[in-house]
């Protein structure tokens, strides 16, 4: 759907036969689909931006407490973990793409034709965005039941994912999502033959936890380990 030929009511039905929510307040919807570059050569247009803010928090939201709900066993930090996974900028550029997210959004001349349809970053605002929408006309409720229709599958795919212990991968995810640096320090002690390894993690001038091993990976990891059952990133 080009721009041209935007009709909010044809993307209502599109994005209802995907999520399963029709957004009756066309204003509303319009809104969450259009792209600030849109906004910017369009005076008077509001942009996503507020929304997706918004969308943001209620997502983050829903998918804590389905974790609460539906892993009575798991730490905070395991539940963390989860959660930065699927609450990504990677994972719901994904959700995007299923939903056809793509052929509904408003994009400014410029924008587009640099291939801003098929930009994670823009797909998952508005994923953002849109869920917001729901939740301002229908309540946490209603948005609730479609995060967990929709997002039941990742999470499951992450509680059940290969490479679980990789915690130094897993460590990185949790803080790239809160918006912090990951750095390991490693000092080593004993005769070459017997060489301990000590590695500290720090993100943001803070250590978060020390590991040890037989080498410099194996004391990284366990560093990153420490520190997801200490709940880095968890805030």
């Known amino acids: 759907m080009t721009d041209h030929g935007f009709d909010a009511t044809a993307a209502a039905e599109a994005l209802e036969s995907s999520i399963g929510y029709r957004i009756v307040n066309v204003d509303l919807l319009t809104t969450a689909l259009t792209h600030p570059s849109y906004a910017s050569e369009h005076s008077g247009t509001s942009d996503y931006q507020r929304l997706e803010f918004l969308g943001d928090a209620v997502l983050e939201l829903a998918v804590t407490r389905y974790l609460f709900d539906e892993f009575p066993d798991a730490s905070e930090g395991q539940m963390t973990l989860m959660r930065a996974g699927v609450v990504s900028e990677q994972a719901l550029a994904s959700v995007a793409e299923r939903w056809g997210i793509a052929d509904l959004i408003r994009l400014g001349r410029g924008e587009e034709a640099t291939g801003g349809r098929g930009k994670r970053s823009i797909l998952s605002d508005i994923i953002e965005s849109i869920l917001a929408a729901v939740y301002l006309e229908a309540g946490f409720d209603r948005v609730e039941q479609v995060v967990w229709e929709h997002w039941k599958p990742m999470i499951g795919d992450r509680s059940a994912a290969p490479g679980r212990t990789d915690y130094k991968t897993r460590l990185q995810e949790v803080l790239v999502a809160a918006g912090r640096d990951v750095e390991y320090v490693v000092a080593e002690t004993g005769p070459q033959h017997a060489k301990v390894f000590t590695a ?13 091993g037989t080498s410099k990976k194996r004391a990284e990891q366990d560093a990153a380990k420490q520190a997801l059952e200490n709940g880095a990133g968890g805030g």
């Open 200 to 212: 500290t993690v720090r993100s943001s001038g803070d250590d978060l936890a020390t590991g040890t």
